[in-house]
């Protein structure tokens, strides 16, 4: 058996840093040091802030009960995205966690939706989702655990402060014995001869070797790029927006939704977040097609509230590293590649990348078998996901500003191009590996962005019963609503386990 690993070094903290020095603790409780080092000097891209339910995985798996975690981050309960203004100017759909009901039979509900809606049914598809059922009358619930009830049918994850999640990590590590090193890193040592990392250097002069580097360093990949000149591939002819201006607001009760917006702008989007104390917000656009004096000017006169803060500008190229894992250093988080905040993806690709790498965890000397899988897990991954945005820039309908007309007109991957023309034809929901959003996620945008199918499910032509299909649209669409209006009040719920606003 090869020896096994002695040590470990995370360069860099913030989010990623410190949900890698937590994961790392927790599955080598003892036999390997885990040191990071980061500097106080050096601050965090901080706008990861809205999350996508596996992160409840996460969490549990380090034994962190969910009332002590929203607790420590000011957390809020998130129940999908709103989305307006981004099929036509004046109309808006919502990307649910969960699914859009319960079968009805062998064929999917949307299938029912579509040959209801050809039978005259004015319901639309958001309520036919319990996630929205609950977000847009602003309440929330835990999913209740009976598969007969809608209420089973939604699954939830979070919005919260990343400053303050990265802090109740770091106690957590190093109460189980991570080191914490206080030093800005001058540069990184090759060894001569195989060409691996050998050491980190600080400024002060200070030298740290380790079995395995981990770069959490953010953009400027410190370990992946700066010594080992990986290479990335940048997807901004795809995803045009390079940019992100961000400020926080005050947060009332009734700002408090259940749920992010993303809202088209002339060049871009704004997101909003609701914490317990305050509101993220800010605006993600294509320098190509506005300055930054003219984003900024658009996110503030959009804010609701009193803003806290300046506008602060961040600058980033959507993208991936060539090879996430090269030699003794795994990239984790900014510094594998960047994905735009649209879906939320920016801390579930951290949580991926550690559970990858505690799935392929290496000896001393790494299984170049092992490695490459981890590049390949990783690569699909990222691309799935990319696809995935790239869905929401093409379908855009109606809108005459420059980058938009723009995105409608580009050609796109086959992998995606295929999926369009599936649900184009059909209402097909085309599955491929490690896909991370699901048929709800990918019938959400499709439908609410105007892409709508030609025809249906031809199981449907031997149902027998024409009118089976509203029938059943609309009892689903009310058991919905009447579930929904018997939620408690999202910040009723979040009293109940001890948060406070403000």
């Known amino acids: ?176 014995g991570v080191i914490r090193v206080e030093g800005r890193i001058a540069g990184a040592e090759r060894d001569a001869q195989g060409g691996d990392v050998a050491d980190v250097v600080l400024v002060d002069g200070r030298r740290f070797g380790a079995d395995l580097f981990v770069d959490c360093s953010g953009f400027r990949g410190l370990l992946i790029e700066g010594a080992l000149a990986t290479g990335y591939e940048d997807w901004t002819h795809w995803l045009p927006c390079d940019r992100a201006v961000a400020a926080p607001s005050e947060t009332d009760d009734d700002g408090l939704t259940p749920f992010t917006r993303s809202t088209v702008r002339a060049a871009g989007w704004q997101w909003r977040i609701p914490l317990q104390h305050r509101t993220g917000n800010g605006y993600v656009y294509s320098s190509a097609h506005v300055s930054d004096d003219e984003a900024s000017a658009t996110l503030v006169a959009n804010i609701r509230g009193v803003r806290l803060g300046d506008p602060r500008v961040l600058r980033f190229v959507t993208g991936r590293r060539r090879l996430f894992w090269n030699r003794n250093v795994v990239a984790i988080g900014l510094a594998s590649g960047f994905m735009e905040p649209l879906e939320s993806t920016s801390i579930h690709l951290i949580q991926a990348g550690i559970a990858k790498l505690l799935a392929f965890f290496p000896s001393k000397t790494p299984d170049p078998l092992a490695v490459a899988e981890y590049n390949r897990v990783a690569t699909a991954e990222f691309e799935r996901i990319r696809d995935f945005l790239i869905l929401h820039y093409k379908l855009n309908a109606g809108r005459e500003e420059p980058m938009w007309r723009a995105c409608a007109a580009m050609d796109v991957p086959d992998s995606l191009a295929v999926k369009i023309e599936h649900f184009r034809r059909a209402g097909r929901l085309i599955q491929r590996e490690n896909d991370l959003f699901g048929a709800a996620s990918w019938l959400a945008v499709h439908v609410g962005q105007g892409n709508l199918p030609q025809d249906g499910d031809p199981l449907l032509a031997h149902n027998g019963d024409t009118g089976a299909s509203r029938q059943f649209v609309e009892r689903l669409a009310a058991a919905i609503a009447g579930m929904a209006d018997s939620m408690p009040r999202h910040a009723e719920w979040i009293a109940q386990i001890g948060g406070v606003h403000r």
Request: aromatic share 12%; net charge negative.
């Open 1 to 176: 058996m090869s020896a096994p690993i002695d040590s470990i070094l995370i360069v860099g903290g913030g989010t990623a840093g410190w949900m890698t020095a937590a994961a790392l603790a927790h599955a080598l409780p003892r036999g390997c040091t885990i040191t990071l080092i980061e500097s106080e000097e050096i601050g965090t891209v901080g706008v990861g802030e809205a999350t996508i339910p596996p992160i409840r995985l996460f969490n549990d798996t380090l034994g962190i009960a969910e009332a002590d975690f929203l607790r420590a981050t000011r957390g809020s309960y998130k129940l999908g995205i709103e989305f307006v203004g981004w099929g036509r100017p004046d109309a808006r759909y919502f990307h649910p966690f969960g699914t859009f009901g319960r079968p009805f039979d062998l064929v999917a509900v949307h299938q029912h939706w579509l040959a209801a809606r050809a039978q005259g049914s004015a319901v639309p598809l958001d309520d036919l989702s319990m996630a929205w059922g609950a977000a847009k009358r602003g309440r929330f619930a835990a999913p209740l655990a009976d598969p007969r009830s809608v209420a089973s049918t939604f699954d939830y994850a979070y919005h919260f402060d990343a400053g303050l999640y990265a802090r109740f990590l770091r106690d957590y590590a190093e109460a189980r």
